[in-house]
């Protein structure tokens, strides 16, 4: 089935200490977005690639960057992890406009 | 920015009862979207709306997008277990792909 696979499902770092999440997708579809998800609140959009074109949101702080080698993967990078980056990341895919297919997430814990 | 307001924040339910929830737009909106979230899962997409005044039923929930396409609701009939979660609207603008989501209802049921 075609799908959106985040790797992995928990991930635990130290305060401070680079860490990668990943995203693949088997659908085709042209953009990859991510997002955190903090308890109770709604996913916030960090980032997004429109084909190979990257766009960040004004309010992502520098700390977080992304990579998108293919059409299928991309990668989010936290270089610094600071207590308050621990949450839920969310990867998704769409066509343009068309409806969201959300991976199960990466649940982030920084000790 | 396109903000997107959602009430309420929380419902809780009796099994049977119907409950609505509403989404608002700063802006008019070219399409809305609806997931759902379950408790420690991630969102999946429920339903699309584009046109102005148009209305979708999955089995018991409702959805209606305003005809000014500024405003949208879920309706859920006879509410059950199976119904727990959170529930998000997002809105399209139209000049991107990019979905705005609103704060999500969490929904409660007591049996």
């Known amino acids: 089935d075609a799908m959106v696979i985040q790797n992995p499902r928990y991930q635990v770092t130290q305060f401070g200490k680079p860490v990668t999440l990943s995203c693949s997708q088997t659908l085709n579809h042209n953009v990859m977005y991510w997002y955190q998800q903090k308890s109770s609140q709604a996913p916030k959009l960090l980032f997004h690639y429109y084909d190979k074109d990257f766009n960040n949101e004004a309010d992502t702080p520098d700390n977080f960057q992304s990579r998108r080698p293919n059409t299928s993967f991309c990668f989010l990078d936290i270089r610094s992890p600071g207590l308050g980056d621990a949450a839920m990341y969310l990867c998704a895919t769409s066509r343009d406009s068309t409806r969201y297919t959300f991976g199960s997430g990466t649940r982030l814990t920084v000790v | 920015g396109q903000q997107v307001m959602q009430i309420p924040q929380y419902q809780h339910v009796q099994e049977g009862e119907d409950f609505t929830t509403y989404c608002n737009s700063s802006?008019?909106?070219?399409?809305i979207q609806w997931y759902k979230q379950r408790p420690g899962g991630h969102p999946v997409f429920l339903i699309q709306l584009v046109k102005s005044g148009e209305v979708k039923k999955q089995k018991r929930l409702t959805f209606q997008f305003g005809e000014a396409k500024k405003n949208s609701s879920l309706h859920i009939t006879a509410t059950q277990t199976t119904d727990v979660g959170t529930y998000f609207c997002?809105?399209?603008?139209?000049?991107?792909?990019?979905?705005?989501f609103g704060a999500g209802t969490t929904v409660t049921v007591r049996a």
């Open positions: 802006t008019t909106l070219s399409n």
């Open positions: 997002a809105g399209g603008s139209g000049n991107d792909y990019k979905l705005s």
